[in-house]
């Protein structure tokens, strides 16, 4: 079956970094945009990241400069390293793949950013 699996989310301190993953399998994640999504209680959810086929990168611009999306095509997944972490971070973080015939979602990882 189709499945992304996120990796990496948990508690950190203010100003840490964390790196979150997302595995792909039953898809070629190569051949998908990708993107990190975050939503916290009772907000909409938010593109915070995106990564095109070849590799164009788009971020928001709360994150920008702070936050990375990359790729691994070799282990069919997508990563987002988070630098300068803010309480404002604080979030359930969605990895998503999306292409003319579908879009996939992952379960969601917390991440929590406090002292």
């Known amino acids: 079956q189709v499945q992304l699996v996120e990796s990496g989310g948990g508690l950190v301190q203010p100003g840490g970094s964390l790196r979150l993953s997302c595995a792909a399998s039953?898809?070629?994640?190569?051949?998908?945009?990708a993107a990190w999504y975050r939503q916290v209680p009772g907000k909409q959810r938010e593109l915070v990241a995106a990564?095109?086929?070849?590799?164009?990168?788009n971020y928001a611009d709360s994150v920008k400069g702070r936050f990375t999306i990359s790729r691994d095509n070799a282990k069919n997944t997508v990563n987002l390293q988070m630098n300068s972490l803010k309480p404002e971070d604080t979030a359930v973080y969605y990895c998503n793949g999306n292409n003319a015939v579908r879009s996939v979602w992952g379960q969601g990882t917390q991440v929590i950013v406090s002292s």
């Open positions: 039953g898809i070629t994640f190569s051949i998908y945009v």
């Open positions: 990564i095109t086929t070849g590799g164009r990168t």
